[in-house]
């Protein structure tokens, strides 16, 4: 299987151009234009097919990111593969998409915990990659006071971090109330973050009309 080929037969110019204004900085000439349905159907193909290649457009580093997380392997070898992939991360649309389908971190909580933590310390997608998947699979009973620390530590200027973290700020607040709130209230936040949290759990349609709109009383001027 020729993944290149096989993407290009699936390009709609009009999407590419739709598309590339979403993603702020790509280069458009690295975008073929494929929904993300048949860039998932690709990737899974080319598990099947044991397909190898070097990414170069947008859509081969998602079919790259998403084989990781379709494979059937151990965990020692999605974890190798990880540490190769991670690094080319450069927007936010393949490190969201791609966290989204490593459900083998439910599975190996603490392992992938540990791999992940390191990240925070790295290049804005590569903390985006970890907080992205700490609101993917770590907002349950044993990690969320973990995660809140570690997110209440993150001090950030690239937007993109940011953004994942009031991302992350928000789904907290839905799960877990009485840990978020008060972190609201105090105004532990940074301010944009803060701001930005408070709009994302006013547009969740989990959050009732009574909280958002005290929600909106804390929001820093």
Same mark, same amino acid.
């Given at each position: 299987?020729?993944?290149?080929?096989? !993407?290009?037969?699936?390009?709609?110019?009009?999407?590419?151009? &739709?598309?590339?204004?979403?993603? +702020?900085?790509?280069?458009?000439?690295?975008?073929?234009?494929?929904?993300? +349905?048949?860039?998932?159907?690709? @990737?899974?193909? @080319?598990?099947?097919?044991?397909?190898?290649? %070097?990414? %170069?457009?947008?859509?081969? *580093?998602?079919?790259?990111?998403?084989?990781?997380?379709?494979?059937?392997?151990? !965990?020692?070898?999605? !974890?190798?593969? !990880?540490?190769? &992939?991670?690094?080319?991360? #450069?927007?936010?649309?393949?490190?969201?998409?791609?966290?989204?389908? /490593?459900? *083998?971190?439910?599975?190996?909580?603490? %392992? $992938?915990?540990?791999?992940?933590?390191?990240?925070?310390?790295?290049?804005? /997608?590569?903390?985006? &990659?970890?907080?992205? =998947?700490? =609101?993917?699979?770590?907002?349950?009973?044993?990690?969320? #006071?973990?995660?809140?620390?570690?997110?209440?530590?993150?001090?950030?200027?690239?937007?993109?971090?940011?953004?994942?973290?009031?991302? @992350?700020?928000?789904?907290? /607040?839905?799960?877990?109330?009485?840990?978020?709130? +008060?972190?609201?209230?105090?105004?532990?936040? #940074?301010?944009? $973050?803060?701001?930005?949290?408070?709009?994302?759990?006013?547009?969740? /349609?989990?959050? #009732?009309? %009574?909280?958002?709109?005290?929600?909106?009383?804390?929001?820093?001027?």
């Amino acid at each position: 299987m020729n993944v290149r080929e096989e !993407l290009f037969k699936y390009q709609e110019l009009q999407y590419r151009d &739709f598309h590339s204004k979403l993603i +702020p900085g790509i280069d458009k000439s690295k975008l073929i234009g494929v929904r993300m +349905p048949k860039i998932r159907q690709i @990737a899974r193909q @080319a598990v099947k097919e044991n397909a190898e290649f %070097e990414p %170069e457009y947008y859509e081969e *580093f998602m079919v790259y990111g998403l084989k990781i997380g379709y494979e059937k392997c151990s !965990l020692q070898k999605h !974890l190798e593969k !990880l540490r190769i &992939f991670v690094p080319m991360i #450069d927007n936010w649309a393949v490190c969201d998409c791609c966290c989204s389908t /490593y459900k *083998f971190a439910n599975r190996y909580q603490k %392992e $992938v915990w540990d791999f992940i933590l390191p990240y925070l310390n790295g290049s804005t /997608y590569e903390i985006r &990659f970890a907080v992205v =998947m700490m =609101m993917d699979y770590y907002l349950n009973d044993v990690y969320i #006071d973990e995660v809140i620390k570690f997110l209440l530590k993150l001090k950030s200027e690239e937007y993109y971090v940011n953004m994942a973290a009031a991302w @992350a700020f928000s789904v907290i /607040y839905v799960k877990y109330k009485d840990k978020m709130l +008060p972190i609201l209230q105090n105004k532990q936040l #940074d301010t944009w $973050v803060h701001n930005k949290t408070i709009q994302k759990i006013c547009e969740s /349609y989990r959050v #009732d009309k %009574e909280d958002k709109d005290y929600l909106k009383t804390l929001k820093i001027k």
